[in-house]
Every structure is written in structure tokens, then in C-alpha cells.
């Protein structure tokens, strides 16, 4: 059964810091990682999709990694703002067996950006 | 498009009555998502469907729970009776193919009095 586990689940930095998140899974027989940024109280919103044939995708001051074999994916925010204070999701999509398409998410880490 | 639309916002009902969550996915999306989150569990995954047809429904946590895609563009999800301990924030979710982005709605915040 795929697991995925996101450490830390908290993290505070001091504005303009560059700074890691990690997601890591336990079956590597997946389509695709996506990266989620959810604010309290409101939905997920979609902010990167690494194919599993992938190794990065880059967006802004975002940039997501993809180590299949591993089972690990890291989202790196460069000069980290107030604004970016959020709680990041990560999710992988299954592609096998009756399960195939299925979206699995980690626990999220709550990050806290200090003006 | 507007994204995935999900209905009511919000909703406050009673021990024992019987509510219903509504869904419209992206106009062509194959895949549907409905998801519970609560503080403690994080975002479960309750059912998701392909091409309107229920996948995988393991997630539903009894027989009070159920859901159905009646056509490409709606999906409910019921539960019958509604009990305290269902109190969450449900999500639905669609994306276009296996492989594709999922798309997430504002959600559905439930308190079960």
C-alpha cells in the first residue's frame, strides 16, 4: 500500500530564507507527484506537476525534484516571503493494479514565513 | 471554466439527518475525487471515479456513506444518518486523464451538531 510522508510537518523561517520541503513515498510505480499550497480555510491550489519521466519542473521561485527510484521528491522556495505561509501538500498518483489513478496525499508541512 | 464547483459552502445539520454534498468537475475531466479532511487525518481519499463509474470505495468509512456520478458533469455524496464524528471539511477533485493535474473545489465544511 502506497505511503506518503512529509517531514517536517512544521517549519518557520525568517523572511527572505531559502528553504526544503520533502515528501517521500513507498511505491515508486506512480504517473506523477503534485505539489498543493493550501491556505486555511480554503482548497488545495495546484502549484507543480513533476511526470514521473521527469526529474524537475520549475515554476517562479518554486522548483520541484523527482527521484523515482528513491521514492523522495523535495520543493525548493527560493527567498521565502510572509505571503508564501501556507501548508504544502504533496501527492502521488498510483499506476497499477485496481488502484490505477488513485491520488494519495502526504500530511503536509505547515510552513510559517517571519517578516 | 470555472473550475471544480462544490455546493453548499457550508452546512449545519443535525445528529440524524441526512445531507447531501454536490460536485461539478471540469467540463471533460474522466476522473473524480471525493476527499475528507480533519485535523487529525489529514486528507483521506473516500471514493474516486472514472468515466462516472465508481474505482476504488474503500475509503467510505461505513454504509452511511454514499456516492454516485450520475453523468460526466455531477456527483453526490451522501451520508444517512449524519453523526458528530463526520464533522470535516469534504473535497472533490477531478483531473482529465490518470496521468493528468487534479484540480481541487473550495470544499464543503460540515459541522454535525
Known amino acids: 500500500k502506497q505511503e506518503v510522508t512529509q517531514i517536517p510537518a512544521a517549519l518557520s523561517v525568517p523572511e527572505g530564507e531559502n528553504l526544503v520541503l520533502n515528501c517521500s513515498f513507498t511505491?515508486?510505480?506512480?504517473?506523477?507527484l503534485q505539489w498543493f499550497r493550501q491556505d486555511p480555510g480554503k482548497g488545495l491550489t495546484s502549484l507543480l506537476l513533476?511526470?514521473?519521466?521527469?526529474r524537475e519542473q520549475t515554476s517562479g521561485r518554486l522548483n520541484a525534484s523527482l527521484d523515482k527510484s528513491s521514492g523522495r521528491s523535495t520543493l525548493y522556495i527560493a527567498a521565502s516571503q510572509p505571503g508564501d505561509s501556507a501548508t504544502y501538500l504533496c501527492?502521488?498518483?498510483?499506476?497499477?493494479?485496481?488502484?490505477?489513478?488513485?491520488?494519495?496525499f502526504g500530511k503536509g508541512t505547515k510552513l510559517s514565513v517571519k517578516p | 471554466d470555472a473550475g471544480v464547483i462544490q455546493s453548499p459552502r457550508h452546512e449545519v445539520t443535525e445528529m440524524g439527518q441526512e445531507v447531501t454534498l454536490r460536485c461539478k468537475p471540469i467540463?471533460?475531466?474522466?476522473?473524480l475525487f471525493w476527499y475528507r479532511q480533519t485535523m487529525m487525518r489529514g486528507l483521506e481519499l473516500l471514493i474516486y471515479?472514472?468515466?462516472?463509474?465508481?474505482?476504488?470505495d474503500s475509503g467510505m468509512p461505513e454504509d452511511r456513506f454514499s456516492a454516485k456520478m450520475p453523468n460526466a458533469s455531477f456527483s453526490t455524496l451522501k451520508i444517512q444518518p449524519s453523526e458528530p464524528r463526520d464533522s470535516a471539511v469534504y473535497f472533490c477533485?477531478?483531473?482529465?486523464?490518470?496521468?493528468?493535474?487534479?484540480?481541487f473545489g473550495q470544499g464543503t465544511r460540515l459541522t454535525v451538531v
Open positions: 501527492a502521488v498518483r498510483l499506476n497499477y493494479g485496481g488502484s490505477q489513478g488513485n491520488l494519495i
Open positions: 467540463s471533460g475531466h474522466d476522473y
Open positions: 511505491d515508486s510505480a506512480i504517473y506523477n
Open positions: 471515479f472514472n468515466n462516472n463509474v465508481p474505482i476504488d
Open positions: 477533485a477531478s483531473s482529465l486523464w490518470s496521468n493528468t493535474e487534479a484540480f
Open positions: 513533476i511526470q514521473s519521466s521527469q
